[in-house]
Each structure stands twice: as structure tokens, then as C-alpha cells.
């Protein structure tokens, strides 16, 4: 016998403020329960409170503050610093407010003065008196001190939930984790829970990162998000999940504007496709890159290029040098070159960026140059295999081609890699430096093509006034990519004989 599934009544959410925070909850916060927004001093917790309160004010929601310990001149001075008016919350203030002086006759009140069910009981009161629909309760260290004992400390807790359930208040406890590292007894009782993190680096700025600890009910985005605090609030980076931004889309190709470095792609780069151009430094990846870009926007495409090495004024004025000016496609809007500071940037801040320009601009080329920086950017390598193969995996998914540069360490012979991102591209356009005749020359290859019957020649390559030239196969030489090949024959190079046709 087979039985009838329970329907599960839909439950309604409350918006956190945060676009970023409510597509990691799957639509927000159901309505009505109690929540643990954890994190050290400094992590963004009383922002987020703020923020939660505003989003219900602007859907007609009165909101509550409560502190203990902050005052309500600090609250205001946070929401000012981020061009925002508390008019309309109410704040309740028990670090020394009017009320709690009189009372107890003093002028002048620490938290840890007051009995804990004198101020639940002032809590309570100011609730019945507010009838708000959100509270946020600033911070659980006071409670515990209050109560000085575990079990009397989780009563408290649970008799607070309940009352705020009876009465239909969404609500967020804030826990700055003074006490230790994390609260299990506070994680049962509560719906919820918020961890927010804060990782202080050597050099640059510190990461921040959320994570959902616990959401009973619902689903939710696991793992951990990016986050940055800003001057107008806290914006989180959902951590990509390629597989959720599939796109149908019509392959075609996309030739790279020069005839003999297409012949060696095996007709060229496509969309939904990543070529990693890997080489020494110096030896023309980036230029390569830009010549793709060119050739893209020339066919009407838009394209968009991350720069974490080199600065946006030497990339223009090189590309002028060589006869591939990129000022009109800026000016037009339809080329965004955007320069990013490794050290102030998070990978999930960095995969938001490429969706927005994916997604809004309708890029359908796209280069990051380079890896080696990016990496810089990220805790480990094995974070960035991960994310940088879900970003990969998103470009592909919605059908850009995509140009990843790489710089190998050495000038010659084997050289070594930082990250080995060969297994996650489509395409390998591997650059290497060789002497001949007492003068230092460039070659490139194709090592490696999913889509293309490529060529396994070894061509030569350099920068001319022309931009790219890419030669004939240097079949007279041996050992060209040990950096000191063998000449035997009576091959001309590039700079023996004019450009071929069609370059």
C-alpha cells in the first residue's frame, strides 16, 4: 500500500535586505522563528541586523532593536556611516536607558548589574508595547553573562522563543562569540543559524565569508559565501553552482583574426569552449588574448577582460604599438576592460562579477589574465581548482569562449606551473622562447584541442608592428621546446622573409 504524501503548507519568508543572503536561503528566512547570527567582533553582524530591519520597514514590517550592548547613539552613528535612517525602528536601549535607571535608581547601569529575568522581563514588555514583526537582539554575550549558569541561560533562551513565536515575530539573536568558539545549545534551540567569518590576511584585505550552519525545513545553499562589507550595507557573493546556469545555446566558432594561427587552432577558438594560453612571461599570451578579443569585436560581439597583473593604461598603450587600438570599442561600451586587485578581491566576489557581465552585458568573449594573480586571491589550490572549474564549466554552459592566460616560471626548457589547469581546458596554446642565430625567438603549439583537429606543428611566432605573426612549422629545427634547438636546413624565419599572406 502505497501512501499519499502530507502536503506541507508553503511558509512564508522574510526578505534579509541582502539579494545575495536570500539566494543563498532559497528566498529568505521563514517568517516567525528565532535565529543565531554568529560572528566575532567586526564581522558584519549589526549591519546585518540593520539591513534585516529596513527590508521590513520597506515591506511594512515595524522592527525592533534591542541592545545590551550597544547604545542607541552608536546604532545610529552605523546607519548613518552607511547612508541610512533608522526613522521608523524602534530601539530599545538596556545598557543605560531612561527606564532602567529610574527604576533601579541608578544613573549609570552595566548589563551584569541587572538580574537576567529583570531584563527578559523589560524585553517582553517593550515587545507587548512595540507589536513588531522583526526583532533583532543585540547580543546573546550579555544574556550569558546575566545568567552565569548554562542551564538557566538556555531557559531563558527558550522561554524568549516561544514568546515571540506566540506572537509572530521573525527574530535574530546576535552572538559576537565571546564566550567560545560556538554555542551548540543555542544551535538546537534556535531555527537557524548565521555563521559570518572574518580571516584577516597577511597582506590586503581580510575575507569575509557566510555560511548557513543550520535552517530547519527549507532548503538552502550549503558551503561557505563571500561577502564584503561596503559603505551601503553587506553584499554577499553566492558561491557558483555552474550546473544551475545551463543556457541552450547554437555552437559556432570564433576565429582568432589571424589565417595561420586559426590553421594551427584547427579553425579557430568557439564558443562554449576555454583555451589556456600558457607561457613565460614576456613571451605574448596577452597579446595573443587581445587579438581574439579584437577579431570578436570586429564581428559585433561583446567581449569583457580581467586584468590582475598589468595596468590598463601599459595593456592600451602596447596594444596602440602594435596596431590594435581598443579605445573606440571602450568608448562604445562594447569592450570592458576591468583591472582587479588580487589583494582585495574574493573568488566569489570575482565569479559575480563574470556572471554580471555574462548575464546583463550579453558578453559572449571573455579573458582573465592572469591565473597566477587570481591565485593570490584565493586560501589554497585546491580552492581554486574548484571554483575556477565551476566558473569554467558556467562560461561553457552559456556559450562564451573563454581566454585563460597562465604564466609558466622560467625562460627555457621545462618550467614549472603554480596550478595545473590542463585537464580543465578545451583548448592548450602553449608559448615558449628559443635561441637561434644569436637572437632569442618565440614559438607557438597546440597541444591540445576537444572540439578541433589541430595541428601538431610547432610554428613561429612573434610581435610586429602588424600585431601577431605566426610562421611556417619550423621543421629544419630540433629541440625548440628545450629552449636551444638544432638548426638543420635552410629554413627562413619571420625576421628573414615578409609576412605570409593572409596574417
Not at 138 to 155: F, I, N, V, W
Not at 173 to 201: E, F
Not at 477 to 489: I, L
Request: glycine content about 12%; some cysteine.
Amino acid at each position: 500500500m502505497v501512501k499519499e504524501a502530507i502536503a506541507v503548507p508553503l511558509q512564508p519568508f522574510a526578505s534579509t535586505g541582502i539579494p545575495g543572503l536570500d539566494e543563498v536561503l532559497c528566498g529568505g528566512l521563514p517568517q516567525h522563528h528565532l535565529y543565531v547570527v554568529e560572528g566575532s567582533p567586526g564581522a558584519g553582524k549589526t549591519t546585518l541586523g540593520i539591513q534585516f530591519l529596513l527590508a521590513g520597514l520597506a515591506a511594512g514590517q515595524r522592527g525592533l532593536y534591542v541592545t545590551l550592548s550597544e547604545t542607541g547613539a552608536e546604532l545610529q552613528m552605523v546607519a548613518q556611516s552607511h547612508g541610512w535612517t533608522l526613522d521608523g525602528v524602534a530601539i530599545f536601549e538596556l545598557s543605560n536607558g531612561p527606564t532602567m535607571a529610574e527604576e533601579l535608581e541608578q544613573s549609570i547601569l552595566h548589563p551584569s548589574e541587572v538580574e537576567l529575568s529583570e531584563t527578559t522581563q523589560r524585553v517582553l514588555k517593550e515587545v507587548e508595547r512595540v507589536r513588531p514583526a522583526r526583532i533583532v537582539f543585540d547580543s546573546l554575550s550579555e544574556m550569558r553573562l546575566l545568567a552565569q549558569d548554562p542551564l538557566r541561560y538556555r531557559r531563558q533562551i527558550l522561554a524568549l522563543k516561544h514568546f515571540f513565536a506566540g506572537i509572530g515575530c521573525t527574530v535574530l539573536l546576535l552572538d559576537d562569540m565571546s564566550s567560545k568558539a560556538s554555542d551548540l545549545q543555542l544551535h538546537s534551540i534556535a531555527h537557524g543559524v548565521l555563521a559570518l567569518m572574518q580571516n584577516p590576511d597577511d597582506y590586503g584585505e581580510g575575507k569575509r565569508r557566510i555560511r548557513v550552519v543550520k535552517l530547519r525545513g527549507v532548503r538552502f545553499r550549503g558551503g561557505e559565501h563571500d561577502f564584503r562589507l561596503n559603505t551601503g550595507g553587506i553584499e554577499v557573493f553566492p558561491r557558483l553552482i555552474a550546473s544551475e546556469h545551463g543556457k541552450g545555446f547554437v555552437p559556432t566558432g570564433a576565429p582568432s583574426g589571424n589565417t595561420q594561427l586559426d590553421k594551427l587552432l584547427g579553425g579557430g577558438l568557439a564558443h562554449g569552449t576555454n583555451t589556456l594560453l600558457l607561457g613565460p612571461s614576456g613571451v605574448g599570451k596577452t597579446t595573443t588574448a587581445m587579438s581574439c578579443l579584437i577579431a570578436a569585436l570586429k564581428r559585433g560581439e561583446k567581449a569583457s577582460y580581467y586584468l590582475f597583473d598589468e595596468g590598463l593604461s601599459t595593456l592600451l598603450a602596447r596594444c596602440d604599438a602594435l596596431s590594435m587600438p581598443l579605445a573606440p570599442y571602450i568608448a562604445s561600451g562594447q569592450l570592458e576592460i576591468v583591472a582587479l586587485d588580487p589583494a582585495a578581491l574574493s573568488p566569489g566576489e570575482f565569479a559575480t562579477i563574470v556572471r554580471r557581465a555574462v548575464e546583463v552585458r550579453g558578453v559572449t568573449m571573455l579573458g582573465i589574465d592572469s591565473l597566477n594573480a587570481y591565485l593570490q586571491a584565493m586560501p589554497g589550490g585546491k580552492f581554486l581548482i574548484l571554483q575556477m572549474h565551476e566558473l569554467l564549466m558556467y562560461l561553457n554552459q552559456r556559450g562564451v569562449a573563454s581566454l585563460v592566460v597562465l604564466s609558466q616560471h622560467g625562460l627555457f626548457g621545462t618550467s614549472r606551473n603554480d596550478v595545473d589547469l590542463s585537464y580543465l581546458s578545451d583548448a592548450i596554446m602553449l608559448f615558449s622562447f628559443f635561441e637561434a642565430s644569436g637572437s632569442l625567438l618565440k614559438a607557438v603549439s597546440v597541444v591540445k584541442s576537444r572540439t578541433n583537429d589541430h595541428e601538431v606543428t610547432i610554428r613561429e611566432f612573434r610581435l610586429g608592428p602588424a600585431g601577431i605573426e605566426v610562421g611556417a612549422a619550423l621543421t629544419d629545427f630540433d629541440g625548440v621546446m628545450m629552449g636551444v634547438p638544432t638548426y638543420r636546413g635552410k629554413q627562413s624565419l619571420l625576421g628573414d622573409s615578409p609576412l605570409i599572406e593572409g596574417q
